[in-house]
Each structure stands twice: as structure tokens, then as C-alpha cells.
């Protein structure tokens, strides 16, 4: 291990594992609240089994303009909403917040195109069956999307930690906030290098995971 890396460990690693909080966060906004609203952006489209205008109108909306939005612009526009409930705009915990909206908006789109997929026929002929709509979702839509979510949850993650590093200019913590503090600011371009190969090695990890346990769900 280069002698730069030793003299940083402790704080690299720390770096590290506040990524991996901002990251784990993200991941939990975009299971627990992008799958529900991704879902049910795809049954309130018109012909879907909860066909409704108004709700896919407002869900799509909300959706578009969070994911319109460049990725730091919004972490400052929700400064003042972060500073309400987290008591501060500064550090790991307050950077959970907007990584948490951007999370569920980005995964949300990405259930709803999976969903999208399924053959109609599948779904027909549930409902001539004479399953419910709690049935159809959870019997028929996630089994049969369930490798699409998967890579979608996968491509997720790599963005999250995309904008986990984003955090660092604002003093959010993690990996990128090391970089800057330490390599860019102290112009030790090495160190700086030697991150970025982590963060790329880390990055190809989750990708290889991810897409061999989409392989291996895929039934196709």
C-alpha cells in the first residue's frame, strides 16, 4: 500500500463509511417509497387497473421536475426544508435528505419501465382469474419484474454514489468531501487518484452483484 494511503487510513475509511451511510440511506428511500410510487405510477396509467388521471398527472409531475433538477442545484433549493427537519444543512446525516429525494424519484421511473414491460396478456389474464389488485401487484407485477427492478435498483446505486461524492462540496461527508479536503485543496493529486480507483473498483463490485443476481432471478 502507497505510504500516502497509510498516513490517511484512518480518515479514508471513515470517508468511506460515510458514503456507505448516504448510499445505504438512498437505497432504503428508493425500495420503501420509489417502488410503491413507481408501481403505482404504472396502474393509474389510462387502461391500467387503477386508471386514474389526476394521480398519475401529480405523481409523474413530482417526478419529472425532482429528476429535472441538476443534482446540486437541488441539494441547495432544499436547504432550508433539510435545515427544518434535520436541525442542520451540514454533514452525513443532513446529507441523507436530498439523496433520499432524488433516490425514490430516480427508482420510481425505473419500477414504472419495468413494469412496462410485462406482456399485457400476463396481467389479463390475472384479472380473468379473479385476482385482486393486491394479488396482481405482488403475484404477478414485481414476480415477473422482478430481474428488470433488480438492474434497476443496481443502476440506482451506482448514481447514488455518483451524488454521495456530490455531497463533499457541501460539506456532506464521504468520499468525495475527502477528496477535496485532502487532494484537491492540499494538491495531492496522487491521493486524489488513488480514491477515485476506489471508488471505481467499489463501483464495478456493486455492478458484477447486482447483474449476476439479476441473472439468476431472470426466469425468461
Known amino acids: 500500500m502507497p505510504d500516502i494511503l497509510l498516513r490517511y487510513q484512518a480518515e479514508i475509511w471513515q470517508a468511506i463509511g460515510e458514503t456507505f451511510i448516504m448510499v445505504g440511506v438512498s437505497i432504503l428511500a428508493a425500495i420503501l417509497v420509489g417502488l410503491p410510487v413507481g408501481t403505482l405510477l404504472y396502474l393509474c396509467r389510462k387502461g391500467n387497473l387503477l386508471e386514474n388521471r389526476f394521480v398519475f398527472?401529480?405523481?409523474?409531475?413530482?417526478?419529472?421536475?425532482?429528476?429535472?433538477?441538476?443534482?446540486?442545484?437541488?441539494?441547495?433549493?432544499?436547504?432550508?426544508?433539510?435545515?427544518?427537519?434535520?436541525?442542520?444543512?451540514?454533514?452525513?446525516?443532513?446529507?441523507?435528505?436530498?439523496?433520499?429525494?432524488?433516490?425514490?424519484?430516480?427508482?420510481?421511473?425505473?419500477?414504472?419501465?419495468?413494469?412496462?414491460?410485462?406482456?399485457?396478456?400476463?396481467?389479463?389474464?390475472?384479472?380473468?382469474?379473479?385476482?385482486?389488485?393486491?394479488?396482481?401487484?405482488?403475484?404477478?407485477?414485481?414476480?415477473?419484474?422482478?430481474s428488470g427492478l433488480v438492474v434497476g435498483l443496481t443502476m440506482s446505486t451506482i448514481s447514488f454514489i455518483s451524488y454521495s461524492t456530490i455531497m463533499g462540496v457541501v460539506g456532506g461527508g464521504g468520499v468525495g468531501d475527502f477528496a477535496i479536503r485532502y487532494g484537491y485543496q492540499q494538491f495531492q493529486t496522487d491521493l486524489m487518484l488513488y480514491v477515485i480507483v476506489i471508488m471505481v473498483i467499489l463501483v464495478q463490485m456493486i455492478q458484477f452483484i447486482g447483474m449476476t443476481i439479476a441473472r439468476k432471478i431472470d426466469k425468461r
Do not use: C, W
Open 57 to 146: 398527472s401529480s405523481l409523474n409531475l413530482l417526478v419529472n421536475i425532482i429528476r429535472s433538477f441538476p443534482f446540486l442545484l437541488l441539494v441547495v433549493f432544499l436547504i432550508p426544508f433539510t435545515r427544518l427537519i434535520m436541525g442542520t444543512a451540514i454533514g452525513t446525516a443532513a446529507a441523507t435528505v436530498p439523496l433520499s429525494i432524488i433516490a425514490f424519484a430516480h427508482y420510481s421511473r425505473l419500477v414504472e419501465q419495468s413494469l412496462l414491460e410485462i406482456p399485457k396478456g400476463v396481467i389479463d389474464a390475472a384479472v380473468s382469474m379473479g385476482a385482486s389488485v393486491k394479488e396482481v401487484v405482488f403475484k404477478f407485477l414485481l414476480v415477473e419484474s422482478r
